[in-house]
């Protein structure tokens, strides 16, 4: 598995009492395989995304990223095993507004301390694959909702990831753009054999042959459906 | 830098603003460090150009020379130790400060410096010819340029004695007036009439080696002076110690506003980019990545602005006429430079510091 969360939990205090947000969830994906995550507001997704993506430790439960368990590694070393591993979709693009889009994605490679030549053709490639090439020098202030979330898609892929998360990554478009950006998404992660977690209220954007699961009440249970075969 | 350098091309404005700031503020001190230096010069080049170690002073004299009598028993240690040997030279030295007046009326002010022909203080080449000669004084040559010449007659305001300018020699100032050199019989008469008995400010003293700077108590001891460093003894030039105390106290208080102004601009930027801080750590960014880029900008802002404030300075200095004192060197321009860098990054180290602490989960909220 690319990814294994085993009984999560994750509570946080609330006045006087403690509000658990996560409990004893567990989900796994393996290389390749995209899953959609939906639940109501507040039900504790981006919280999910957030351990998965090594962004908050848990209480208890055990985090597994591309084969490191990564339950109890130092913030120094969680840092670097997302940096290598894992790559960030964010509801809004979350993008740099003085880099162009291509920049965006190489800075991924400055972080990790390689933007050489193969780097920056690699870049060129990536934006080239999300169809903003004609694109490549403008900066976010410049660029369409839609081709904003396209350069992100492409940076989380910069880095070679073995795990995507996609937190509410067309929450911010119209139907038709969301259709059209997670379509991509799920295409490029197949493609590139990437176990993936997409977070997403519109599963009716979602593609066919997507596995769905639901939060409620801090666990992850299966979908009703998977996506595309039956609505 | 990846991110640091773009931020700075793309948020130009606002950058080029505190840079404004700083370069004022860069322009100010650099100005201070040259009225400083300027002031110094005037009120103690005369003293620094002579080719002397230490001096010794009649004790309790505070470093001036107005407050020091010595007499020939003071000098006899001295000389007799100098005979000795070791590589120490010594020469009585008499200062004071006079007025002058030429034939046309016009007054001129001088701090005269009165020792004898064949002493090592005497100006070289034929300024110590012309001590030697009949009594008359040698003036320092920024007084040439005021229209004197060899040959013109000075009527010595006080004990109205006129004497005939010998000659010009090397410039400088002491106590915020051109210097002049007599014999030190001419001095003495100047200064105390008939009545010198032999009188004079001080023992200047060339120690040539250690040796001879370590014998220097015992002769003090012996001649009953009280010995201090030509540096020391710039103390006793009038105002100095005010004036540098003034200007460093100004100073000080430039580079202090300016460090503020830093830490103020930087810790609002970074606050302002923590969103942007918590995306570059949530795309795997260590803490040493984010404080180099940090630190990487603010070193290109504070010495980009520092080095064009220093310049337009140095630019102005050049056009600063003789009436002001004001002399700007590599050196002291280079340190208050290097000072206001340092101290704004000082500054800026809670801002900086805050980068740290910035959690990447905010990367999951709204636009960077």
Redesign the interface.
């Known amino acids: 598995m690319n990814l294994e969360l085993d009984a999560v939990s994750v509570a946080v205090p609330d006045g006087d009492d403690t509000l658990t947000i996560l409990d004893q969830a567990s989900l796994a994906i393996p290389a390749g395989e995209v899953v959609a995550l939906t639940g109501a507001s507040g039900s504790g997704k981006s919280t999910l995304v957030a351990v998965a993506g090594l962004l908050r430790a848990v209480d208890s439960g055990r985090v597994v990223v591309a084969g490191t368990d990564a339950t109890d590694l130092k913030r120094s070393a969680r840092t670097r095993l997302r940096g290598e591993s894992i790559g960030l979709v964010f509801q809004s693009p979350n993008l740099f507004g003085s880099l162009t889009a291509i920049e965006q994605v190489e800075l991924v490679a400055h972080i990790g301390g390689h933007l050489d030549r193969h780097a920056r053709r690699r870049a060129a490639e990536l934006i080239d694959a999300v169809g903003l090439n004609h694109r490549a020098n403008t900066r976010p202030a410049q660029l369409s909702g839609g081709e904003r979330q396209r350069v992100g898609i492409a940076r989380a892929l910069m880095n070679r990831p073995a795990v995507l998360l996609a937190d509410e990554p067309t929450a911010a478009l119209d139907d038709a753009k969301g259709r059209e950006i997670m379509a991509l998404l799920v295409a490029e992660a197949r493609s590139r054999d990437i176990a993936t977690l997409v977070v997403t209220h519109n599963v009716d954007q979602l593609p066919a042959g997507v596995d769905r699961f639901h939060l409620e009440s801090g666990r992850v249970e299966p979908g009703s459906a998977r996506a595309g075969s039956t609505v | 830098m ?2 640091a350098w ?2 700075l ?3 130009r404005g606002r950058f080029a603003l505190v840079g404004v700031v700083i370069g004022l503020v860069a322009l100010l001190t650099t100005l201070l460090s040259g009225l400083a230096a300027g002031l110094v010069d005037d009120g103690i080049s005369g003293l620094r150009g002579l080719p002397l170690t230490h001096l010794a002073l009649q004790p309790g004299a505070q470093h001036s020379f107005s407050r020091s009598s010595l007499t020939p028993e003071n000098l006899e240690p001295w000389t007799q130790a100098a005979a000795g040997g070791t590589d120490l030279e010594v020469a009585p030295l008499g200062v004071a400060f006079f007025n002058a007046r030429t034939a046309s009326g016009d007054t001129v002010d001088f701090a005269l410096y009165g020792t004898p022909p064949d002493s090592f203080l005497a100006p070289e080449g034929a300024g110590r010819a012309a001590l030697a000669g009949p009594p008359g004084l040698v003036l320092s040559e920024e007084l040439a340029s005021s229209g004197l010449a060899v040959g013109d007659e000075l009527t010595v305001v006080g004990p109205d004695v006129t004497l005939p300018i010998l000659g010009f020699t090397f410039g400088g100032s002491y106590g915020h007036v051109d210097i002049a050199f007599s014999s030190l019989e001419v001095w003495q008469e100047l200064v105390y009439g008939p009545s010198a008995k032999g009188r004079f400010s001080a023992v200047a003293i060339r120690a040539g080696d250690n040796e001879a700077i370590t014998s220097l108590p015992a002769i003090d001891q012996a001649a009953g002076t009280a010995t201090e460093t030509r540096d020391q003894a710039y103390a006793g030039s009038p105002g100095y110690a005010a004036e540098t105390a003034t200007m460093s106290l100004i100073t000080g208080f430039l580079l202090v506003i300016s460090a503020l102004i830093v830490a103020a601009f930087f810790t609002v930027w970074t606050i302002q980019r923590t ?2 801080i918590g ?9 040493a ?1 984010v404080l180099r880029d940090a630190l990487g900008q603010l070193a290109v802002v504070l010495v980009a602005a520092t080095a064009a404030g220093a310049l337009v300075a140095v630019g102005i200095g050049k056009l600063v006429g003789s009436g002001v004192p004001f002399s700007l060197q590599a050196g002291p321009v280079l340190s208050s430079a290097a000072t206001l860098v340092i101290l704004g990054m000082v500054g800026s180290l809670v801002a900086i510091r805050r980068v740290t602490t910035v ?3 905010i ?2 909220g ?3």
């Not at chain 2, 995306?279 to 803490?287: D, I, T, V």
Request: proline residues 4%; hydrophobic residues 50%.
């Open positions: 990846f991110l773009r931020d091309r793309v948020a969103r942007q995306l570059l750590k949530a795309l795997g960014a260590s803490n990545y959690e990447p989960i990367a999951l709204a636009d960077s």
